[in-house]
DNA sequence: CACGAGACCTGTTCGC
DNA sequence: TGCGAACAGGTCTCGT
């Protein structure tokens, strides 16, 4: 589940509560249990429980798909990569098989780290660009213009759909958005980036801020067993639809491979282009 | 430089 | 019905 949107509404509903738990913020760290040692990056979980132990939880914020929670001395950062998720529960609540790290917060609150994956990863640093140093710009960023999306896709000769997919290229679109978002562009995911006019970049970039911007509003994507109230699954156009008809033109979705990855196109809409990269 | 393959993991769905 | 294969919202490392 977690791309831009998600961590977004993740980090939305940790930072002003939501139905069943209140707001994270200015709650002290009573104790913690690394149940997964794995999904501590950084530091030891013997250096990570000593440390973290007694700080208060300042801020909570987004980068990439990262979510940030600024404490008094240190910074906790998690990501979520596959099957992570963030939630407040009551500390009395019973443990699932797939909780890999929790934090016990005044009140009867924890804050646990449930990931059946155990890919997610959580850093405990002092500075946060030790973990976020290598990421591109968000690609909501008001100072990303669609000139400057232009020049950087220009700069190299890569297919569009694994260039979406590059945190350094840009922080926070995964496999999801990156098809609507060609899609909504009318663009091929095995466009050469530096063959895209200054009007195909512009379109790529009103459609990069529209798709992002309206899976926002619907709180994400929620797609199998993972449920966080977003619906904006409901409004995928390519994603998953395999087969079925394009709803610009009705012509049948397709699905290739692109470095490794499902990738769902419509092939009147996005048309192969007249280079495209294999 | 850009790409493919494999690794890290578990759970669900698909196809026979 | 059962069972193995394929697939899944991500990223890293290695080899070509």
């Not at 801020?59 to 979510?67: E, F, P």
């Not at 019973?94 to 449930?114: I, M, Y």
Request: charged share 20%; aromatic share 8%; hydrophobic share 40%.
């Amino acid at each position: 589940m977690p791309e831009l949107p998600e961590v977004e509404t993740i980090a939305a509903i940790l930072r002003q509560g939501g139905p069943d738990s209140p707001a994270l913020i200015g709650k002290e760290i009573l104790g913690c249990a690394v149940l997964w040692e794995r999904t501590l990056a950084a530091p030891t979980p013997a250096e990570f429980t000593h440390r973290i132990i007694g700080q208060q939880i300042v801020a909570i914020g987004r980068r990439g798909k990262y979510l940030l929670a600024a404490l008094s001395r240190d910074h906790l950062i998690f990501h979520l990569r596959m099957s992570g998720d963030l939630a407040l529960e009551r500390d009395d609540a019973p443990l699932s098989p797939h909780h890999r790290l929790t934090l016990h917060l005044e009140g009867g609150w924890r804050l646990a780290f449930q990931d059946p994956r155990k890919f997610g990863r959580a850093w405990l640093v002092s500075d946060p660009q030790e973990v976020l140093a290598g990421l591109g710009p968000e690609p909501l960023d008001e100072q990303l213009t669609s000139q400057e999306l232009f020049e950087r896709l220009r700069r190299q000769s890569r297919r569009l759909k694994s260039l979406l997919l590059d945190q350094t290229f840009l922080a926070g679109i995964g496999n999801i958005y990156a098809d609507e978002i060609l899609h909504a562009a009318g663009l091929h995911p095995l466009t050469p980036s530096n063959r895209l006019t200054s009007l195909d970049a512009e379109r790529l970039w009103r459609s990069m801020r529209q798709v992002l911007n309206e899976a926002i509003v619907r709180n994400g994507s929620s797609i199998d067993w993972v449920y966080r109230g977003g619906d904006f699954q409901n409004y995928f156009r390519v994603y998953r639809r395999t087969g079925l008809p394009c709803f610009t033109c009705g012509a049948p979705v397709q699905r290739i491979l692109v470095g490794q990855r499902g990738t769902h196109f419509c092939p009147v809409c996005q048309p192969v282009p007249a280079s495209p990269m294999t």
